[in-house]
């Protein structure tokens, strides 16, 4: 890791618009504008626009791309229509994550894969290490593209106010290709890590100042704010989406994090396949649960989860839900207590009893 | 730029303190605190009847970003907590300085005053 943070093409507009910024995956990032919980009613209730630009992008192709990729994913990457997009985890040989990631499938034989920030280096060189024979190249693009996501029940009302782009045929997951404010080149993308409505949207970095001022200004009038990271967190912890590093990490599979479904036991190989298996079918040694507490109190990562004066898991996210107006968390949870009804979290000496939900918080 | 009222003393650790002529004082944090916190969401307060040592911690002032200890400015005696806090957290992002007061107490050695900071001495280390 390089000891100096990077900037996205849109570091100089979140100062400009009173952006809080921190580092974050080992970038400058603003954590919120106006306030967390502001921003995070905001795209419940009209839009958020975010800059997601530290995300990383990977561009795979050739005749063997979508053979390679069934190989190093969980899911099935060869039935993506060209046109779709369709989440999916890459797998180390123990079953623990390497990343989690969308997969963009752009042409038969090319895809466009998103990365995690902090990620990004080691999946590109992951990738790259089991080529093998494949006819396949794997292109680092990450300083090549800028990402705004704009999430929120009035995105596409927005989103067409500055696109000439038909929005409405765009299915979940699906995207098209281009132009938004004047910039040409862009994916259009209905997908999102929220739990609202809304679009994300890549776009040639050199462009990005100029889109996100256009769609800011034109949104403004409906509600648009923009929205930082901190909200981004409590959204898709509400939406009990896994953030890599808390609900799914190289020691955490996606068996454990519940992301069985993402899990193709019917592909013949692919990295991970056994030793996932293995957890299906035996049950894992643990697993991750979503919870609130009745409480004021946020169980932060690291607190220790209880069965009566028995250690059994920890939290890995906390957040304040601003839906739910109460704390809201995720943790890992030793097999035998997922589903136990007498949990408590430690915080700071005081035992709050966890409340299992079986549903996100949102849908 | 952050409000650092004249009339208040302060620590280095964000809290403010005002001492009354009948030897009470009121409790609470900075302006320049609550901007960093962010939207606060919970204030853990001791009971009446509490006493705190200068520099104990007093009590915990939680955000949707983290939880930050409070510290006390001085040795004291907790005569009330502000109750207002329970139902209305969010008076810390609104009225550092007024309506999200956090304790008043008695003051048990009025010569540790002068270890803490006038307004200028604390405007200086922000």
Same mark, same amino acid.
């Given at each position: 890791?390089?000891?100096?943070? +990077?900037?996205?093409?849109?570091?100089?507009?979140? !100062?400009?618009?009173?952006?809080?910024?921190?580092?974050?995956?080992?970038?400058?990032?603003?954590?919120?504008?106006?306030?967390?919980?502001?921003?995070?009613?905001?795209? %419940?209730?009209?839009?958020?626009?975010?800059?997601? +630009?530290?995300?990383? &992008?990977?561009?795979?192709?050739?005749?063997?791309?979508?053979?390679?990729?069934?190989?190093?994913?969980?899911?099935?990457?060869?039935?993506?229509?060209?046109?779709?997009?369709?989440?999916?985890?890459?797998?180390?040989?123990?079953?623990?994550?390497?990343?989690?990631?969308?997969?963009?499938?752009?042409?038969? &034989?090319?895809?466009?894969?998103?990365?995690?920030?902090?990620?990004?280096?080691?999946?590109?060189?992951?990738?790259?290490?089991?080529?093998?024979?494949?006819?396949?190249?794997?292109?680092? &693009?990450?300083?090549?593209?800028?990402?705004?996501?704009?999430?929120?029940?009035?995105?596409?009302?927005?989103?067409?106010?500055?696109?000439?782009?038909?929005?409405?045929?765009?299915?979940?997951?699906?995207?098209?290709?281009?132009?938004?404010?004047?910039?040409?080149?862009?994916?259009?993308?209905?997908?999102?890590?929220?739990?609202?409505?809304?679009?994300?949207?890549?776009?040639?970095?050199?462009?990005?100042?100029?889109?996100?001022?256009?769609?800011?200004?034109?949104?403004?009038?409906?509600?648009?704010?923009?929205?930082?990271?901190?909200? %981004?967190?409590?959204?898709?912890?509400?939406?009990?989406?896994?953030?890599?590093?808390?609900?799914?990490?190289? %020691?955490?599979?996606?068996?454990?994090?519940?992301?069985?479904?993402?899990?193709?036991?019917?592909?013949?190989?692919?990295?991970?396949?056994?030793?996932?298996?293995?957890?299906?079918?035996?049950?894992?040694? +643990?697993?991750?649960?979503?919870?609130?507490?009745?409480? %004021?109190?946020?169980?932060?990562?690291?607190? !220790?989860?209880?069965?009566?004066?028995?250690?059994?898991?920890?939290?890995?996210?906390?957040?304040? +839900?601003?839906?739910?107006?109460?704390?809201?968390?995720?943790?890992?949870?030793?097999?035998?207590?997922?589903?136990?009804?007498?949990?408590?979290?430690?915080?700071?000496?005081?035992?709050?009893?966890?409340?299992?939900?079986?549903?996100?918080?949102?849908? | 730029?952050?409000? *650092?009222?004249?009339?208040?003393?302060?620590?280095?650790?964000?809290?403010?303190?005002?001492?009354?002529?009948?030897?009470?004082?009121?409790?609470?944090?900075?302006?320049?605190?609550?901007?960093?916190?962010?939207?606060?969401?919970?204030?853990?307060?001791?009971?009446?009847?509490?006493?705190?040592?200068?520099?104990? *911690?007093?009590?915990?002032?939680?955000?949707?970003?983290?939880?930050?200890?409070?510290?006390?400015?001085?040795?004291?005696? *907790?005569?009330?907590?502000?109750?207002?806090?329970?139902?209305?957290?969010?008076?810390?992002?609104?009225?550092?300085?007024?309506?999200?007061?956090?304790?008043?107490?008695? *003051?048990?050695?009025?010569?540790?005053?002068?270890?803490?900071?006038?307004?200028?001495?604390?405007?200086?280390?922000?």
């Amino acid at each position: 890791m390089s000891d100096t943070l +990077s900037r996205t093409p849109l570091f100089a507009l979140h !100062v400009e618009l009173g952006g809080r910024i921190v580092p974050f995956a080992g970038w400058e990032m603003p954590v919120q504008y106006t306030g967390i919980i502001e921003e995070h009613m905001a795209v %419940r209730k009209t839009a958020g626009l975010f800059d997601v +630009s530290h995300m990383g &992008e990977a561009r795979v192709r050739g005749r063997d791309a979508a053979k390679f990729l069934d190989g190093i994913m969980t899911n099935e990457m060869s039935t993506i229509k060209v046109g779709m997009a369709r989440y999916t985890v890459m797998c180390q040989p123990d079953g623990g994550c390497v990343d989690d990631l969308i997969v963009y499938r752009l042409a038969e &034989e090319e895809f466009l894969i998103c990365l995690n920030a902090s990620n990004a280096p080691k999946d590109i060189a992951w990738m790259r290490a089991h080529l093998g024979s494949h006819q396949v190249e794997v292109l680092d &693009e990450c300083a090549a593209w800028a990402q705004l996501a704009l999430q929120g029940p009035l995105a596409e009302q927005i989103l067409a106010l500055v696109t000439s782009t038909p929005l409405a045929s765009i299915k979940r997951f699906g995207f098209v290709l281009g132009e938004v404010a004047g910039a040409t080149g862009c994916i259009i993308s209905r997908t999102g890590y929220t739990g609202s409505l809304g679009f994300e949207i890549y776009l040639p970095a050199a462009s990005a100042e100029k889109v996100a001022r256009a769609l800011l200004t034109s949104g403004k009038p409906h509600g648009l704010v923009p929205a930082g990271l901190g909200a %981004r967190d409590s959204l898709r912890l509400e939406a009990n989406y896994p953030l890599y590093g808390h609900e799914i990490s190289e %020691r955490i599979s996606p068996i454990q994090a519940g992301l069985g479904w993402t899990v193709k036991f019917a592909k013949p190989a692919f990295i991970g396949r056994e030793a996932l298996h293995r957890q299906a079918q035996g049950g894992p040694t +643990s697993s991750v649960v979503l919870f609130s507490l009745d409480d %004021r109190r946020i169980a932060r990562q690291g607190a !220790v989860v209880y069965s009566g004066e028995t250690p059994v898991g920890e939290v890995l996210s906390g957040t304040q +839900s601003p839906v739910l107006g109460k704390p809201i968390g995720t943790a890992l949870v030793a097999a035998g207590h997922a589903s136990s009804a007498s949990l408590t979290v430690d915080i700071r000496g005081n035992r709050i009893p966890l409340h299992l939900a079986t549903e996100p918080f949102v849908k | 730029m952050s409000n *650092v009222p004249a009339d208040l003393h302060y620590t280095k650790d964000h809290e403010w303190i005002k001492v009354a002529a009948d030897g009470t004082a009121v409790i609470g944090i900075t302006d320049h605190a609550q901007a960093a916190l962010g939207d606060v969401t919970f204030v853990d307060l001791p009971k009446v009847g509490a006493a705190f040592n200068h520099g104990d *911690v007093f009590g915990t002032v939680e955000s949707v970003k983290a939880a930050s200890d409070l510290y006390s400015p001085i040795s004291c005696e *907790v005569l009330e907590a502000n109750s207002g806090l329970n139902n209305s957290p969010d008076l810390v992002n609104r009225e550092p300085y007024g309506g999200a007061w956090m304790i008043k107490v008695k *003051v048990k050695n009025p010569a540790e005053l002068a270890s803490l900071l006038d307004a200028a001495g604390y405007a200086a280390t922000l």
